[in-house]
């Protein structure tokens, strides 16, 4: 009876979706995964902006100026007319010094491209050496949020399962109630029972419909959820994964796992890192920067030179020696930053230790749930065929027969919630372990 409850009650097909494709499928086309991939994409940006003070600047200019007066220089009224007159008496030629210079245009445009280039900048360089751990620190955000999500499919993936089954013991059950009514109407027939007995016989029909009510309604809830997260047809038949094999011997073993894989851990064991690197930079502050700079420059006022196009080039040292004391702030927030850094590292480090202890002990309770109830379908099963043996012979009562059926349909739910547990206890053991992420098959 047990084997046949259980064919019925699972009865997926050779084609049915395994937990790994509900999770290739979930990772693909849910809003959380897309959400995660997006934030990631965005630190990968990021990444460039770390390194782009190290980069060359190229800053183009222009600018059009009017001015009130046009000026030029006249190099013929250096000297006084007794002087050109004398020059022109001796030589018998007037005196000529050249062409007026235009120095300044009523109007004039003029315009330059720089390019410079950081030469020191430790504060930058040092910056740009820290940028990995901030990217590492970031994709291992991104593991844990996918392990969190993978976590929540499989629970979904069986409230999908157990909604199903649930929803076949509750039809067995009306079944179940429905002959118990045909008996007794049987017996009261040959004046066996009373009509107090078939009264009783339809109100346990009544209970089993609103138990077989309540029971489609959350499978219902569990499928639209899943269908949603997937795509896959709310109806599509699923395969019961079953648990992995025990990785870890021991608890301590595991607990030093955690520390070792779990995604969080390495993130604030990374940010340790970064809080130390920013207050680095935050003391580099002081240090002078060097600039390598060249100007091409082109101007209507040509001037003493007659070029339009000119160049430039030179090395400019900035020192700030005094910025009003934001560098001691910033230094002491820094050096903060890097104790609240380290507190949260062991902090994480003592959650994901109870993660495991509360994951293991879970599913010990699991398995020896599991073990146990599996004595009490076999007992409620025969306790069940007991009483509807006597019920049929006229010798038992109806009230037997039905509690004896409500106690097989809760052995057979607390079954398949037990097996259930189980599996979720190895995933959320896998998960505080950093396993979850890596591992083939959640």
Excluded: C
């Excluded at 050109?84 to 330059?112: F, M, R, W």
């Excluded at 910056?127 to 979904?156: N, P, S, Y």
């Excluded at 269908?227 to 992995?244: C, F, I, N, V, Y």
């Excluded at 039905?402 to 809760?410: H, K, Q, S």
């Amino acid at each position: 009876m047990i084997a046949v409850w259980f064919a019925l009650g699972f009865g997926w097909g050779a084609n049915a979706a395994t937990l790994d494709e509900v999770w290739a499928s979930v990772s693909t086309r849910s809003h959380e995964a897309l959400l995660i991939e997006e934030q990631q994409k965005q630190l990968e940006e990021a990444e460039f902006l770390s390194i782009a003070a190290l980069l060359p600047k190229v800053v183009l200019g222009s600018n059009v100026t009017f001015n009130q007066v046009e000026v030029a220089f006249d190099p013929n009224a250096l000297f006084p007319p007794e002087i050109t007159g004398l020059v022109e008496q001796l030589t018998g030629a007037p005196l000529e010094l050249g062409d007026p210079i235009l120095l300044q245009k009523k109007a004039a445009l003029d315009g330059s491209i720089t390019f410079l280039q950081p030469i020191v900048n430790a504060p930058a360089f040092v910056q740009a050496a820290g940028v990995d751990d901030i990217m590492e620190a970031g994709a291992r955000d991104r593991d844990a949020k996918l392990a969190d999500l993978r976590k929540g499919v499989a629970q979904v993936y069986w409230a999908v399962l157990l909604g199903r089954a649930a929803e076949k013991v509750s039809q067995d059950a009306l079944t179940n109630a429905e002959q118990h009514r045909e008996m007794v109407r049987k017996l009261r027939a040959g004046g066996v029972a009373v009509a107090q007995a078939e009264l009783q016989a339809e109100l346990a029909i009544a209970r089993a419909k609103r138990e077989l009510t309540a029971a489609s309604a959350r499978r219902a809830v569990a499928e639209r959820l899943l269908s949603d997260w997937t795509g896959l047809p709310s109806d599509a038949p699923l395969e019961e994964p079953q648990p992995s094999a025990k990785a870890f011997g021991s608890l301590e073993a595991a607990v030093e796992h955690a520390w070792t894989h779990r995604p969080e851990v390495a993130a604030a064991r990374l940010r340790v890192d970064t809080a130390r690197n920013q207050h680095t930079v935050s003391m580099l502050g002081w240090v002078p920067t060097i600039d390598g700079r060249f100007t091409e420059q082109y101007t209507q006022n040509t001037g003493f030179s007659g070029r339009n196009w000119i160049w430039n080039a030179g090395i400019q040292l900035n020192w700030v020696a005094w910025d009003g004391g934001f560098r001691l702030v910033d230094t002491r927030q820094k050096a903060s930053q890097v104790r609240m850094a380290e507190t949260a590292h062991d902090r994480q480090r003592d959650a994901v230790r109870r993660e495991v202890e509360a994951a293991w002990l879970e599913r010990q309770r699991a398995e020896a749930a599991q073990a146990s109830v599996t004595r009490e379908i076999e007992l409620a099963t025969e306790n069940l065929r007991l009483a509807e043996v006597s019920l049929a012979g006229g010798v038992g009562t109806l009230q037997t027969a039905e509690d004896a059926r409500l106690g097989l349909a809760a052995a057979r739910l607390a079954e398949l919630s037990e097996r259930m547990n189980v599996h979720l206890a190895d995933v959320a053991l896998r998960h505080a372990t950093g396993e979850l992420r890596l591992a083939t098959s959640p």
